[in-house]
Structures are given as C-alpha cells and as structure tokens.
Nanobody, 120 residues
C-alpha cells in the first residue's frame, strides 16, 4: 500500500522559510516522479513543483519560481520542499503526490497534507 506522510508545516511570518518533508513507503520510490501540490481553502489544487524519478529534472509553477525548491533523497525515500521568502498567498495545505511513471505527467496517490500559514 502506498503511503505518503508529509511533515514540516507550520506558521511563519511573511519572508520566512519552512522545509517540508514527505516520507514515502509501499512502492519503489526511486522509480517514480513526485510532486508537491497545494490547496488554498475553497480553491482547487495547484501543482507547485515536480521532480523526475532521478532528481535531475524539476519544474515549478510561475507563482513560486525562485522561492521554492523541490528535492528528493532516493536512498531514504523522502521528498522535500524548501519554501523561502514566503508570502501570504503561499498559505495552503501542501500535499506530496506520487506520479504514475518516472516523468510526472499524471499522479495517482497523495498524502494527508501539512498546513502552511503565513501571516504577520
């Protein structure tokens, strides 16, 4: 059974930083692309970053480019998201997602999410 467990969320002031982690189990982590998606209350899901299975290719939403960094540790089956210079509009529930292949065009599993709050 695929399990994705996010951690690291919290409350920060604008301009602050956080590091989110996602512990994966139940599948061969290094064979699949992964992503971070977020959902603001009352709005749809937004994919903010994705990374291929080997960690060599990353993509970011325009809204977060230069401020968020996705990375993975295949030896530890862990996905990370560094969030820097956080803005109030970054406040959301952040989910990690597993792709159906090594490239990351479609996703089939999500974790329970971790809340990020940005306010002064």
């Amino acid at each position: 059974e695929v399990q994705l467990v996010e951690s690291g969320g919290g409350s920060v002031q604008p301009g602050g930083s956080l590091r989110l982690s996602c512990a994966a189990s139940g599948f061969s982590f290094s064979n699949y692309a992964m992503a971070w998606v977020r959902q603001v209350m009352g709005k749809g899901l937004e994919r903010v970053a994705n990374i291929d299975s080997g960690g060599s290719t990353t993509n970011y939403a325009d809204s977060v480019k230069g401020r968020l960094t996705i990375s993975r540790d295949n030896a530890k089956s862990t996905l990370h998201l560094e969030l820097n210079n956080l803005k109030p509009e970054d406040a959301a529930v952040y989910y990690c997602a597993k792709a159906v292949d090594s490239f990351g065009n479609y996703y089939d599993s999500w974790g329970q999410g971790t809340q990020v709050t940005v306010s002064s």
